[in-house]
């Protein structure tokens, strides 16, 4: 008999029939609460991060350590050759680009960028550990063109087609064009990181080409959205580029549709803590890309 003990799957999702939601197992910041207060986040940002399941920070970057990210970034968009790679998602229409994945894994500069030392810092803090990058993505939302994102959680898609077996993990948004009320800004419901949402509807093979240009299987029930923006409202951080969203793996956002002339463009970082590493998908199919969950390097980032 085959001895193989799979994981046991705590956060069952992509289920024949509604399962209501539940608390979560893990808990949202890993560091001990009487060690909050060592920095170098102050513990009330700490605290924040821990209720509200995000948090924002105007300018966390200066002006001019964004112009060379900038410039790469209108490079990319004029890119030929990256706007037909598999890690490179367009909008309908097929003209402009919606997403690029693996963008640590194409450009030195956004490489290290992952181990910018502050940023570092303040993840290994929350997560009370040595973090490796799952996924790394630039979502453009061109004017006019860009389309949305539907609520979601990350970590429901992440356990269920990457095999991600904890809440152990957070992404860094880093704005790289103004957010503003008008161009689509991030909308994130606060709390919602503290219950797990299963949802119904079996995951294709090979999902990913559709769910990345629209996502509809893994995406959270009416009612569990509606009880949880009663409860916790919509927050859409907004402000220049530099500026900085954290938010835990398990936060439910989604972004609405660009219909200003202005981009919003948004630097995606996921850190994952190595004690978290992948195992097979929950949902059965076969693993995802390289270019979506890094299954080859888990070593521990070092600051540059
Ligand atoms: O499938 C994923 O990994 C991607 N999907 C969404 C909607 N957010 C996280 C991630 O970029
Ligand atoms: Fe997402």
Known sequence: ?????????EFPTRLERKVEMFQRLDPVVHTPEERWAEGPLSEERVRE??????MFFESFFSQDEMDGFIRELKDYEDDEDLKVSEGTILEPGKEEIRSI???HEISERFDR??????????????????????????NYKPGFKGKGFNWHSDFETWHSEDGMPKMRCLSCSIVMTDNNEFNGPLMLIPGSHKNFIPCVGRTPENNYKKSLKSQTI?????RSLQQLMDEGFIEAPKGPAGSLIV??????????????CW??????????????TLVEPFCG????????ANRKNWEPLKPV
Request: some cysteine; hydrophobic content about 35%; proline content about 6%.
């Open 1 to 9: 008999m085959n001895t193989e003990t799979r994981l046991q799957d």
């Open 49 to 54: 991060f821990d209720e509200k399941g995000f």
């Open 101 to 103: 994945f693996g963008i």
């Open 113 to 138: 960028l992952t181990r910018d030392p502050k940023l570092l810092a303040m993840v290994k803090q929350l997560l009370d550990s040595d973090v490796y990058i799952h996924q790394s993505r630039i």
């Open 218 to 222: 893994g995406v959270p029930d009416d």
């Open 247 to 260: 938010f835990e793996c398990n936060t439910l956002h989604g972004s609405n549709t660009n219909m200003s």
């Open 263 to 276: 981009p919003r463009s948004n630097l995606f970082f996921v850190y994952n803590s190595v004690h978290n």
């Open 285 to 292: 199919n076969k693993p995802r890309p390289q270019f979506l």
